[in-house]
């Protein structure tokens, strides 16, 4: 590996060159890490991994402007330290304080007594709604953010019983908002969600199916004006690749020096994929963790590691993004533990020496 030691001063070669897609052992001359890596990377002068997460450190200033596309309403109160490391977050509209890992805000988990993680009283409730809009009236009783509960618009009197956690998220009256809307404004907020499909019929209200069709595949169905707009694709095109409104798994391997993750709605078949790729590339790999979610809960998951700890570049198809270093496999674990995903398997590993 003379050739590699000349081309790359950022490494000491320790391992035997074998072939030129058969990974060799080295160290960083500036930190001393160790891994295995492919001769053809340090030929092109492919650096430390560690340095490289080190130079690219999230800052307390990148965090907060993060934090402010995901939620609003939710500033920290103490400083960014690491995606794992637990802070003090506050609520703006109830002024409710708490502790939690960066990273699990930035998944998408909001304040835990708006979400009902903290139980709140039918007057709270009522409290909350009255900031979000002054428009609707509760009148049953408040169980859980889950549970429906019967309020009133009081515009125009119309009672519904919609689950709690619609209202806080800014779902007003149905009847109101079907009032309003003509099938031109309806054209007109659809193409801000979709160019591609188009309705076939007029728009009658937000839950009356009616039938579209998708300009790319030219497929029609049946389906309701509030699910196209809540981002539900056309079916025919959904049928391959990753289905957000379905059930879904988040995984981990553990290969080499690295951990890398993923998401499917089939396992079963991704495993399969997965393990041909590791054993036609000669390499030993074992599942660390699997948990099962919402679809979209998960994929927004993922994209939450990948900002954490991921974006190595493992060489391996499959994890040329979705790798990080095997330290990293801590931080993930805490991230699912805070995500409060399904567990079907988790397993702990002692990083090589």
């Known amino acids: 590996m003379a ?4 081309k790359n001063t950022k490494v000491d070669v320790l ?5 030129i897609l058969t990974r060799i052992k080295v160290r960083c001359k500036t930190c001393s890490y160790e891994w295995m890596v492919l001769p053809g990377n340090l030929l092109r002068n492919g650096g430390c991994l560690k340095c490289q997460r080190t130079k690219h450190k999230k800052t ?15 500033v920290p109160l103490d400083d ?22 960066p990273a699990h805000v930035l998944s998408g988990t909001g304040c835990p007594h708006c979400c009902g ?6 007057e709270e409730f009522s409290d909350r709604l009255k900031v979000v809009t002054g428009t609707i009236e509760v009148l049953g009783e408040f169980v859980s953010v ?8 009081k515009l125009d009197g119309h009672v519904w019983n919609p689950p709690a956690y619609t209202l806080l998220s800014g779902v007003g009256c149905a009847k109101c908002s079907n009032l309003k809307k003509t099938h031109e404004q309806f054209v007109e907020d659809l193409k801000a969600v979709t160019d591609t499909i188009i309705p076939l019929e007029p728009y009658v209200r937000a839950l009356q199916k009616i039938r579209f069709k998708c300009t790319k595949c030219e497929h029609e169905w049946s389906a309701t004006p509030d699910n196209i707009q809540r981002g539900r694709g056309c079916p025919a095109c959904k049928k391959t690749g990753f289905q957000p409104e379905k059930s879904a798994f988040f995984y981990v391997y553990k290969f080499l020096n690295y951990v890398g993750f993923g998401i499917t709605n089939n396992f079963k078949k991704r495993n399969h994929q997965h393990q041909k790729t590791f054993s036609d590339n000669g390499i030993s790999a074992k599942v660390l963790l699997l948990v099962e979610g919402y679809g979209q809960t998960v994929r927004d998951f993922e994209s939450s590691v990948i900002a954490a700890v991921g974006g190595v570049n493992t060489g391996i198809k499959g994890f040329i993004n979705e790798g990080a270093l095997e330290e990293d496999y ?6 699912v533990k805070d995500a ?10 002692e990083k090589n020496s």
């Open 117 to 122: 993680r903290i139980k709140l009283t039918t």
């Open 60 to 74: 307390n200033d990148r965090f907060i402007e993060e934090l402010k596309t995901v939620h609003s309403t939710i």
């Open 3 to 6: 050739e590699a030691s000349v």
């Open 340 to 349: 409060g995903f399904i567990i079907k398997y988790i397993e702990s590993f």
């Open 330 to 335: 801590a931080t993930i674990v805490s991230m």
């Open 15 to 19: 391992g035997q060159y074998v072939h």
């Open 80 to 101: 960014f330290v690491s995606s794992s490391s637990k802070i003090r977050f506050k609520c703006t509209i109830d002024d409710t304080i708490w502790h939690t890992t």
């Open 146 to 153: 889950t549970k429906r509960i019967k309020v009133r618009c």
